[in-house]
Nanobody, 119 residues
Framework: QVQLVESGGGLVQPGGSLRLSCAAS????????MNWYRQAPGKQREMVAS???????NYAEAVKGRFTISTDNVKNTVYLQMNSLKPEDTAVYYC?????????????WGQGTQVTVSS
């Protein structure tokens, strides 16, 4: 069984920074990629950033230059450093892993962490 635990969300003023973490535990044999998604009230869930096991990254246009995704592969942990936050970044942020848990690959999701950007 795999569990993803997120932390680091909270309330921050516009222009501020937050760092989200997502740690995976369980019988993970390998991770293909790790993603951060977000969902704002009344909107669909959208991909924010992704990173592969080789370190290739991809970002949504809205966060390029402000957010940075990184990993600690030994700890099966993914981070999202968010700088220059804007009110439109307010959302519940979810981490997502594509992981190999014998005998198959599957998607796993965290429970979500609230990020609120407001003065």
């Amino acid at each position: 069984q795999v569990q993803l635990v997120e932390s680091g969300g909270g309330l921050v003023q516009p222009g501020g920074s937050l760092r989200l973490s997502c740690a995976a535990s369980g019988s993970i044999l390998s991770v293909n990629f790790m993603n951060w998604y977000r969902q704002a009230p009344g909107k669909q869930r959208e991909m924010v950033a992704s990173i592969t096991n080789s370190g290739s990254t991809n970002y949504a246009e809205a966060v390029k230059g402000r957010f940075t995704i990184s990993t600690d592969n030994v700890k099966n942990t993914v981070y999202l450093q968010m700088n220059s936050l804007k009110p439109e970044d307010t959302a519940v942020y979810y981490c997502n892993f594509r992981a190999l848990v014998f005998p198959r690959w599957a998607d796993y999701w965290g429970q979500g962490t609230q990020v609120t950007v407001s003065s």
